[in-house]
């Protein structure tokens, strides 16, 4: 993977400073800039164009939602979609977390996630994959499965990017098995290694294999990825 340029934008010192020392201590990921308000860090992200952005919710004026909505709307305007936007924060509310998908945001990342787990959030962000943090994931699917019951017509609807032209051809060119089809299903009805392996008579250990191999044909990085990708591929109902 090539050097991750990113940018942190968080008005509370102390929580940039950790944030900086967790990330700048992969070597894969540089900081390129730092910014403790939202209008900062636009400009920022307008003039550094780094490949990943964390953004605070709780920036003080205009607020992380406000932020990604507009600097959603200048990409848009300007053709380039380079930028991924993480959303950090503490706030795990239905409201918050589908206002954040909602204004564009490419990921989602409570604040009190372990340092490994956020660098593995950035470098997934970084890859075009959604990461979705596990405290908030059962909001997304399950907005998800209403979208694609009601044709997106919920007045609270999640934005998650559809398949991507190279993903699309990856899963048409290395399809999912009927047995790695069953295990998806129930990844997305919640299902731990040790259920599914109940419910299709298989050890886990044949479990954990068609889970690596599901993860690696839909190209997504864990599980709830994965059932995201699944429900809106169509791969699963």
Not at 156 to 175: N, Q, S, Y
Not at 216 to 237: E, F, I, M, N, W
Request: with cysteine; glycine share 8%.
């Amino acid at each position: 993977m090539s050097e991750i340029k990113v940018v942190v934008i968080e008005d509370h010192n102390l929580t940039r400073m950790g944030l900086r020392a967790a990330l700048q201590a992969e070597a894969e990921i540089k900081i390129v800039g730092e910014a403790a308000n939202a209008n900062d860090g636009l400009q920022l992200l307008k003039t550094l164009k780094p490949d990943v952005a964390t953004i605070d919710i709780g920036l003080p004026g205009m607020d992380g939602i406000e932020l990604t909505r507009k600097y959603r709307q200048l990409q848009q305007d300007s053709g380039e979609h380079t930028t991924k936007l993480l959303i950090l924060t503490m706030q795990n509310s239905e409201d918050a977390v589908l206002a954040a998908f909602g204004a564009g945001a490419d990921s989602y990342c409570m604040k009190d996630i372990e340092s490994d787990k956020l660098i593995d959030a950035v470098k997934t962000t970084y890859t075009g994959s959604p990461w979705i943090d596990p405290a908030i994931a059962d909001i997304v699917l399950r907005q998800v499965r209403q979208d694609d019951v009601t044709g997106g017509t919920s007045s609270k609807r999640v934005i998650i990017e559809g398949l991507d032209t190279e993903v699309e051809k990856t899963i048409e060119t290395f399809p999912l098995t009927q047995r790695e089809k069953e295990v998806l299903e129930l990844i997305v009805a919640g299902c731990d290694n040790a259920e599914i392996a109940k419910r299709l008579f298989l050890t886990v250990g044949t479990v954990k294999t068609h889970v690596r191999g599901i993860l690696s044909k839909l190209c997504v990085a864990d599980r709830t990825q994965a059932a995201v990708r699944a429900l809106r591929a169509g791969l699963v109902h």
